[in-house]
């Protein structure tokens, strides 16, 4: 059974940080690409940030370009978004997935809140 566990959400002031986590089991976590995905309300989800399989690659929408970066741990099974000078635009729920190829998901998170107060 697969499983992919965020932490790491919750309330931060604009300007802020947080740390997410994702910690996948059930997988063989080198063989995917990992995407971070947000959602807010009345809005599509979208995708954020991902990372190839090395984890070498990674690529980012727009609007987090030098405030956000994507990582992982393939000896932990785990990916990380650091998200640095938080806007209250960034307020969301935030998932991470599991991606064979660039487009597709196999595997959703259950989403973790991020809440940014100006």
């Known amino acids: 059974q697969v499983q992919l566990v965020e932490s790491g959400g919750g309330l931060v002031q604009a300007g802020g940080s947080l740390r997410l986590s994702c910690a996948a089991s059930?997988?063989?976590?080198?063989?995917?690409?990992m995407g971070w995905f947000r959602q807010a309300p009345g809005k599509e989800r979208e995708l954020v940030a991902s990372i190839n399989r090395s984890g070498d690659i990674s690529n980012y929408v727009n609007s987090v370009k030098g405030r956000f970066t994507i990582s992982r741990d393939n000896a932990k099974n785990t990916v990380y978004l650091q998200m640095n000078s938080l806007k209250p635009e960034d307020t969301a729920v935030y998932y991470c997935?599991?991606?064979?190829?660039?487009?597709?998901?196999?595997?959703w998170g259950q989403g973790t809140q991020v809440t940014v107060s100006s």
């Open positions: 997935a599991a991606q064979p190829t660039i487009g597709r998901v196999d595997y």
């Open positions: 059930g997988l063989t976590f080198s063989n995917y690409r």
